[in-house]
């Protein structure tokens, strides 16, 4: 069974091939060791924003955010699926510095 299937066949009281697994975090730390380390983290992409925008790096953050959202969360739910987990939880990243 695919995991939507697996979820949803135990949310209507049948019997999937297993029990359904989900996720309710995954740290950051966890997901850089099963997919490996970003050539560049969030963190060091923040630092160089500010060094490189040192009177403008609030507006040019807030500029970045929804993409670096997209590619965390995404990341996340690759590394859920690797390590066989039916769902998770992905967390939220203010969209204002």
Do not use: C
């Amino acid at each position: 069974m695919e995991p939507r299937e697996r979820i949803h066949t135990a949310l209507n009281l049948e019997e999937p091939d297993r029990v359904p697994t989900h996720l309710l975090y995954l740290e950051g730390n966890i997901v850089d060791s099963v997919l490996g380390k970003p050539e560049k983290g969030s963190f060091e992409a923040m630092l160089s924003i500010k060094q490189d925008y040192p009177d403008t790096w609030i507006d040019q953050m807030n500029g970045v955010l929804g993409e670096m959202q997209g590619v965390i969360f995404s990341r996340v739910i690759e590394a859920a699926k690797k390590i066989g987990a039916d769902a998770t939880q992905i967390g939220i990243i203010p969209l204002k510095v």
